[in-house]
C-alpha cells in the first residue's frame, strides 16, 4: 500500500502475533492469509445473501428500532457528520437474533468462526501489546468480549450507483468503527480505502483469501490512542464496473458494563454513537 505499511500476516507464522501488533499500532489496519475460513464458505454466503438481497421478502425482516438486528433499507445510515446517507442497504446479525431461514445454516456457522478469529486476535493484542498500555485496560481485551451478545455480523449490498446520484453521495461516507476490531473477508468487488496519517487514501487490496482487520474507536480509546482507530470509505464504482458489491465486517464489541476509559462505558458510548449516525 505505498508508504501505508500495512502488514499481510500468515497465520501459520510463529510471530504472526507480534507481526499483527505492529501492524495495527502503525496504521490501525493489518491483513490476514492463511486464515481457517475456506473461500467456499464466504463463496457460499455470498451467493445467499445476494438471493435475500434481490427479492422482496427482506422487508419482512425490517429492524425495529431498537433492536438492532434485522434489515435495513437503501440509505439508513449515514458516516458520523456527513451530511449524505450512505448508498447502501445491509442487514445486522448477532448470535441470538433471527435470521432468514434461507441463510441461517450458512451464516450462523460464519458468524461462529469469524468470532473465533477474532478472539485470536485479541489474544495477540493481550500477549504482544506493550506493558504501559495494557496497563490501562480495565480488563484483557479477551475478557471484554466474554459474555458479549453484541458482537455483530453486519451483511452488507450496495447496488450499482444510479445516474440521479447527488454529488457527495458515497456507498459509504469516510468513518472510523466504533466497536474493538473488525474483521472484513474480501469483498465481492474493489473499492475499500483507507487513510493514511497524512490524509492520502491508499486502497484495500481486494484479493480473494484475504481477511482485512482494522481497530475501532472503543479500543484505541482502551489502548490511549496506541491503536489508531483509522478512517476508511467505500468509494463509487466506476462507469465501467458499476455493478452491486457485496461485503460482511463482523464487529467485535464489549459487554456494555466493559469500561473503555474512567467514566465511559462500552454501552454509554455505543449509544452515543449509534445516535450520530442515524440508527437510534
Known amino acids: 500500500m505505498s508508504d501505508f505499511n500495512v502488514l499481510a500476516i500468515d497465520c501459520s507464522d510463529p510471530d504472526a502475533g507480534t507481526r499483527f501488533v505492529t501492524s495495527l499500532h502503525e496504521t490501525g489496519f493489518a491483513i490476514l492469509k492463511n486464515h481457517p475460513v475456506e473461500p467456499g464458505e464466504i463463496s457460499r454466503m455470498y451467493e445467499a445473501w445476494q438471493q435475500f438481497f434481490a427479492g422482496d421478502a427482506k422487508h419482512e425482516f425490517a429492524a425495529q428500532r431498537g433492536d438492532m438486528h434485522g434489515y435495513y433499507g437503501f440509505k439508513s445510515e ?3 457528520d456527513s451530511a449524505h446517507k450512505d448508498l447502501k442497504e445491509f442487514y445486522h446479525v448477532y448470535e441470538t437474533s433471527p435470521v432468514p431461514s434461507d441463510v ?3 451464516t450462523r456457522a460464519f458468524h461462529a468462526r469469524m ?11 493481550d500477549e ?11 480488563q484483557p481485551l479477551t475478557g471484554m468480549v466474554d459474555g458479549s451478545t453484541q ?23 469516510a468513518h472510523e468503527d466504533i466497536n474493538l476490531i473488525t474483521l472484513l473477508v474480501t469483498g465481492s468487488e474493489p473499492g475499500l480505502q483507507a487513510q493514511d496519517k497524512h490524509g ?5 487490496p481486494c484479493q480473494t483469501g484475504y481477511i482485512t482487520v482494522n481497530a475501532g474507536d472503543m479500543l484505541a480509546r482502551a489502548s490511549g490512542g496506541y491503536y489508531p482507530s483509522t478512517r476508511h470509505q467505500v468509494v463509487n464504482p466506476p462507469d465501467s464496473a458499476n455493478r452491486s458489491r457485496y461485503s460482511m465486517p463482523l464487529f467485535v464489541h464489549p459487554r456494555p458494563d466493559v469500561k473503555l476509559t474512567e467514566g465511559l462505558s462500552a454501552g454509554d458510548y455505543l449509544a452515543q454513537r449509534l445516535k450520530e449516525i442515524g440508527l437510534a
Open 104 to 106: 441461517e445454516a450458512e
Open 128 to 138: 504482544s501489546t506493550p506493558d504501559d498500555v495494557r496497563a490501562d485496560f480495565s
Open 200 to 204: 492520502n487514501w491508499h486502497d484495500v
Open 151 to 173: 458482537n455483530l455480523l453486519r451483511v452488507l449490498h450496495y447496488p450499482p450507483v444510479e445516474d440521479d446520484a447527488e454529488p457527495g453521495e458515497m456507498r459509504a461516507a
Open 78 to 80: 449515514n458516516a458520523k
Open 115 to 125: 468470532m473465533e478469529i477474532g478472539r485470536l486476535l485479541l489474544g495477540w493484542l
